[in-house]
């Protein structure tokens, strides 16, 4: 998810049966082929999920697939990113 989610950068992913996934949500996925990753939710159709990415290295849209809510582990409700000022 570079440029917005970096390394070193601190996320608070959460998750319940309260959450309801929706479109430009970001979402921790547990996908079968590509395991831990964080991607935003592109479309919703029928309770899946089309997600994708924000750097052009990411994983397109039509190799990851529709995802159901059990592949979903939280959506990210807190973001901070260290600072690279050094002063």
Known sequence: M?????HHNYLLICRGPWMNYQKGQ???VNHS????IIE???AVKNQ???????????I???DMGWITEQDIIGR????????????
Not at 2 to 6: D, S, V
Not at 33 to 36: A, G, K, P, V
């Open 2 to 6: 570079a440029p917005f989610i970096r």
């Open 26 to 28: 970001l979402v921790l």
């Open 33 to 36: 082929y590509y395991r831990f």
């Open 40 to 42: 935003r939710i592109e």
């Open 48 to 58: 899946q999920f089309l997600l994708s990415g924000e750097n052009i290295q990411s």
């Open 60 to 62: 397109s849209t039509e």
């Open 76 to 87: 990210l409700v807190w973001h901070i990113s260290e600072s690279h000022n050094n002063t």
